[in-house]
């Protein structure tokens, strides 16, 4: 592991140019090619470099078709693309960019049918054999989730380490382990990890939605770096809560002009506006859901935590609904209002995005 400064990541699709696109998105009709999403992640390494952001998670679909079962005329395409392949590695490399890929949440190592899981596993092989074909060093890692409980918890963690087991040693030399916020906690794959040894990524947002069994957060994240090879920059997710109100239009049923007609008191969540009997819709308003990604990072509960984690060294991955324009914001807010954590992460005055730069890029986004 280096001394450098500690990695700002996002992933996958780019809010602050218009026109990149993270991979080709075109048809099977169409014949859509891994060699033409590489010239797209060409054009966004451009794009990195001008923003100076060092972390970056492709797509998942960067090789489109190239594990459906039905479309083998998909299936070569990686061992087609090696040239362009060491090529992308080669100039990540050369910029010191890492780069990682978040399988889709379909790609599932513990379910009960068999087909799934040698599915997802081919799935998990693919996006190994890109990573290991652009060269990429222990740092490109590719993260997954323990899956479904299908109301049985503790077998389904077995069925995980069963399913890792079998997959290839290129899969297993990439695979991290992440904590999730509605199935299972960092607790369980701490459990998981003490019994085959994988890494694990810590998800912050996630920790604080799941955590049945009271784990205590520094503890967990020593615990979670001490996973990671000692030769290998762990990396965690950050993201924060959505706090805002939700407004959700409905329709107005039956039962509801029912209700209104006999001057029932009303029921359910608040509305905008008064909703009438001959109203055909309403907007009910609705307290946010804290597993929700918030569009931005809030920088103080980010400084908080990072204060927390002090002396512990891993790269940052935002998942922001913003992605990069989150990413760009955080930098001048740190530097602004935490600057001891800003140092940490290497930035400089050149790092914070003026406010006026920021309105014309989320002008530009909105525009697209």
Known sequence: MTNRPLRLGFPVKVMGKPGLKSNDTRRWQQSPHLKTSLEYLDAILDYLVEA???MYRMSSDLAPYATHPDMPQFHSMVAESDAELAAIGRKARDLDIRLSFHPSQFVLLNSPDPALTEKSIWDLASQAEM?????????????THVGGVYDDREASRARWIEGYQKCPDHVRRRLVLENDDIRFSAADVLWIHDRCGVPLIFDYQHFWCLNPEGLDLRNTLERVMASWPRNVRPKIHFSSPRTELREIKRKVTDK????MKADAPA?????????KATSRFKTVLLPPIWTGHADFTNP???????????????DVMLEAKTKDLSLLKLRGDLLRYAPDVAARFGLQAADAMPDDMLEEELGASEEG
């Open 52 to 54: 100076r952001i060092d």
């Open 131 to 143: 990573l290991d074909r652009m060269g990429m060093g222990p740092e490109g890692v590719l993260v």
């Open 256 to 259: 509801d002009r029912t209700a």
């Open 267 to 275: 029921k359910g969540p608040l509305t905008r506006e008064v909703v």
């Open 300 to 314: 103080f509960e980010f400084a908080t935590f990072m204060r927390t984690a002090q002396g512990l060294d891993f």
